[in-house]
């Protein structure tokens, strides 16, 4: 095909040019990884950074998927890596790995049927883009036992439909997602069977109200036109009969919230909504069996179905991410490798009890309380403890859930289980919402209270009125006609419509909102609380000075750096060896390669070369960030290494502070790391917290008021929860996603400032809904209240206000993409 050679060639010309052929990424020197052509491009070469990509770009192109590179460019992705190693060696350690998916207690759990069809859902992480999502549907083409795939990039929730007629593996199934890049969690649809049948039910009350409201509107039109007595009585008892489910089971939240803030001694818009329905539908009835007055069947059941459909749509919108419920899942719905009578195997994670001994590889997550086995081991505790630098633990140490380990695989001895580890009970607490927000004081509630208030005062002093004079029927009308056009129905829709059109459009840029009350509450912003690592900083190590204080030439130094480091995986390793690789010729870097290194676990490097040994080292337990290349024990050089800050990072700080809200710094890191970003964003040094655990974050978050926090690593999970409002930056699947009101996909500050104008928006939007609500339901009042106008003609005008709040708040939303184009600093 014309589009194969030409994506193909346009793929070896950016090889050539130094970046990976499949990924993107720059190539090293010196571990180019060169294959032979696909076929269809006779005696070219292609050019890989590694196997893994070299493997997946040969699987793509012999599976006819690789028109996967044009959805990949069309996203102008900044090259993530977004597939990995797919080797038959990793592929079968994968397929190890996923064994418990296979088993009977797995497939209870997590196996549903549709339509007399198998189906299993994933919860998927480095869904980066288009690209990814088509991938992912069509793995049928990798699995002949898929039927179909299918992925939701709004949750990232990957659904696949089996074919039983085939030998089927859920675990060759993740195993193949992981091998491609895609790291899957189980994932269970039906914990959130309760959502669904709230909004089967929701939808089903709208739809009765919406075909009663056209039937009535039938007759209703026929009865204005002139229809004859007896024709009008009798399309008015049609219609009578069309409007009881609508009042009996449509309106029927509306009811039960007012008798719930009545209860409570508490107001709400609801109120006069129920009191204009009811009187309404009372004397609407009333004349139509007396055969004399008008009826208003068709407005009543119109202001039900506006209502009802307004507010599940905002419902919709906010449920289309991520709730607090199930992060459980995260962590807990996993396999483990279990030793028993010497022998290793993997099981599903509930099959784990105190005391089995386990063990964890390197990059796992452990997700028990344990105690370790083995003499020496080395994790990163970030979730607990906030601290972003590995921990070198000794046997018999205690590690908690939720900690990684990062050195070679260990031993441990399971001591707490479930709900019983710290993570647990941290989980507990978020799923069950104990941690309460500070309470929003969101100034349309304090509008609605007064004007619902004033609705009911007026009816009251009508009433008071027909009774002092014993004109009662004079006095139902005006009270009908006050409810009616004073009835809150713009009111009513004037946020929902605002907040529904907003996140609609957020979410066009890979903003989900969670929380619909969290754009009113971010303008009440007065103290906002930044997570470091990973937010304001990359969360990638790099090296940000380097001294020479040796005789040596610098490229010496580096040369023997780079060949200490050469073979060693560790975060500060793989900085000083992009920091030398970035000052060497290739000669130099291949300098020293054929010497023996020694790692040792938790404490730096060492090697022999020359006789000598060269130690790779921080300098002291204190300076974690300062590191040395030692000769003999005498300092050779220092390098400062720490974590970049986010180019974006001071125009969002800058942004944030221009608007009088004080930036505070949380962290888990020591005093150094946290003063030096904090001094780089012109953070005031009073307002810098480090070495914070995740429970002193939430203390901090309960202190200050008007509070935002944003983060995007599990240990800021609590402090999200206690936060007025919070936001998660980052795509990673993980407690603050789920904790989190604002859920920001890309891993990129910038959306935050997107947030606060959208979040000023919807506040002068808002403004001006209820000025306009407000002032159309005084005029419509005072004429009710004057006898101008009759429940009739109020019937009629109703509409006219929430027509006009409908055109006020989409009006605004044009040149909304060219706005944050701006922001974003594109043309």
């Not at 990793?90 to 196996?111: T, V």
Request: hydrophobic share 40%; charged share 20%.
């Amino acid at each position: 095909m014309d589009f194969e050679r030409a994506q193909a060639q346009e793929h070896l010309v950016a090889a050539q040019d130094g970046i990976c052929h499949h990924c993107g990424e720059p190539l090293d020197a010196n571990n180019i990884i060169t294959s032979e052509s696909d076929g269809n491009e006779s005696g070219k070469k292609h050019h890989f950074c590694c196997y893994g990509c070299m493997s997946v770009y040969g699987l793509l192109h012999s599976n006819n998927l690789q028109e996967f590179y044009q959805y990949q460019d069309v996203q102008k992705s900044k090259n993530p890596k977004l597939l990995q190693t797919t080797s038959k060696e990793s592929y079968e350690k994968l397929s190890d790995k996923y064994q418990f998916m296979d088993k009977k207690e797995f497939l209870n759990d997590f196996i549903t049927i549709d339509n007399d069809k198998l189906r299993v859902h994933f919860l998927i992480e480095g869904i980066h883009c288009l690209a990814c999502v088509w991938l992912i549907e069509r793995i049928s083409k990798l699995l002949d036992f898929i039927d179909h795939g299918q992925v939701n990039i709004g949750n990232n929730v990957a659904s696949f439909t089996i074919d039983t007629k085939k030998p089927y593996s859920i675990a060759k199934l993740a195993a193949t997602l992981e091998g491609l890049g895609y790291l899957p969690h189980a994932y269970n649809p039906a914990s959130n069977k309760s959502v669904k049948l709230s909004n089967r039910t929701e939808i089903l009350r709208i739809g009765v109200a919406a075909s009663a409201m056209m039937n009535i509107m039938i007759y209703a039109i026929s009865n204005y036109a002139g229809a004859t007595h007896e024709y009008a009585r009798l399309f008015d008892g049609i219609s009578l009969a069309f409007a009881l489910p609508v009042i009996l089971f449509s309106a029927k939240p509306i009811f039960i919230s007012s008798l719930s803030a009545i209860k409570l001694k508490s107001t709400s818009v609801d109120i006069p909504l129920a009191m204009a329905i009811a009187f309404g539908f009372i004397l609407s009835t009333y004349n139509f069996l007396i055969g004399s007055g008008p009826v208003y069947f068709d407005s009543i059941t119109t202001l039900v179905f506006l209502i009802l459909l307004s507010r599940f749509a905002v419902k919709v919108l906010t449920q289309k991410s991520m709730s607090t419920k199930g992060i459980s899942s995260l962590f807990y719905n996993t396999g483990v490798k279990l030793v028993k009578d010497g022998k290793e195997e993997q099981v599903y994670s509930s099959k784990i009890e105190v005391g089995d001994t386990i063990v964890v590889e390197e990059d796992e997550r452990i997700i028990f309380d344990c105690k370790l086995l083995s003499e020496k081991g080395i994790i990163l505790n970030t979730i607990n403890t906030g601290e972003s630098h590995p921990i070198v633990l000794n046997k018999g140490d205690k590690i908690k859930a939720g900690a990684i380990c990062i050195g070679p695989s260990i031993s441990l001895e399971v001591e707490e289980i479930g709900l019983q580890t710290q993570l647990g009970k941290t989980l507990e607490r978020i799923e069950s919402n104990s941690i309460q927000k500070n309470p929003a004081n969101l100034w349309a509630k304090k509008i609605s209270k007064y004007f619902t208030i004033g609705i009911i005062f007026l009816s009251t002093i009508v009433l008071l009125q027909g009774l002092y004079t014993g004109n009662l029927t004079t006095s139902f009308e005006k009270i009908l006609a006050i409810l009616i056009v004073g009835c809150p129905c713009a009111f009513a829709i004037a946020t929902p419509i605002v907040i529904a059109t907003r996140i609609n459009k957020l979410k066009s840029i890979g903003i989900y909102i969670k929380n619909e009350s969290s754009l009113e509450e971010l303008n009440n912003t007065k103290n906002l609380i930044f997570d470091k690592t990973g937010t304001l900083t990359k969360g990638d190590f790099a090296v940000n000075h380097f001294i020479n204080k040796s005789q040596y030439s610098d490229n010496e130094i580096l040369a023997i750096a780079l060949g200490i480091e050469r073979s060693i995986q560790h975060p500060i390793a793989i900085a000083i060896k992009k920091y030398a690789k970035s000052k060497l010729t290739k000669e130099e870097a291949n300098q020293y390669q054929l010497i023996d290194v020694v790692n040792i676990l938790g404490s730096g490097v060492s090697a022999i070369i020359n006789k000598a040994q060269y130690e790779i080292k921080a300098i002291t337990q204190q300076e974690k960030n300062l590191i040395g290349l030692f000769k003999d024990s005498t300092l050779l050089a220092t390098f400062e290494v720490s974590d970049s800050v986010r180019a974006e990072s001071i125009q969002v700080v800058n942004h944030l502070k221009a608007k009088d809200i004080d930036i505070h710094l949380s962290t888990g890191d020591h005093s150094d790391s946290a003063y030096d970003v904090a001094t780089k964003l012109g953070i005031n040094p009073k307002h810098i917290y480090i070495e914070q655990k995740p429970e002193e974050k939430l203390t901090l978050a309960a202190k200050l008021k008007n509070v935002t926090f944003i983060g995007d690593g599990d240990n800021d999970a609590l402090a999200m929860v206690k936060a007025n409002t919070s936001i998660a930056i980052g795509a990673r699947a993980d407690m603050a996603m789920r904790s989190c009101d604002i859920y920001v996909a890309n891993d990129d500050l910038s959306p935050i400032q997107i947030l606060f104008q959208v979040a000023s928006n919807v506040r002068e939007t808002l403004r001006r809904n209820i000025f306009f609500a407000v002032s159309y339901n005084i005029v419509g009042i005072s004429l009710a209240m004057a006898n101008i106008i009759t429940p009739l003609y109020a019937a009629i005008l109703m509409p006219l206000s929430s027509l006009t709040v409908l055109l006020s708040s989409t009006i605004p939303l044009i040149g909304f993409d060219k706005r944050i184009l701006k922001i974003k600093g594109k043309s």
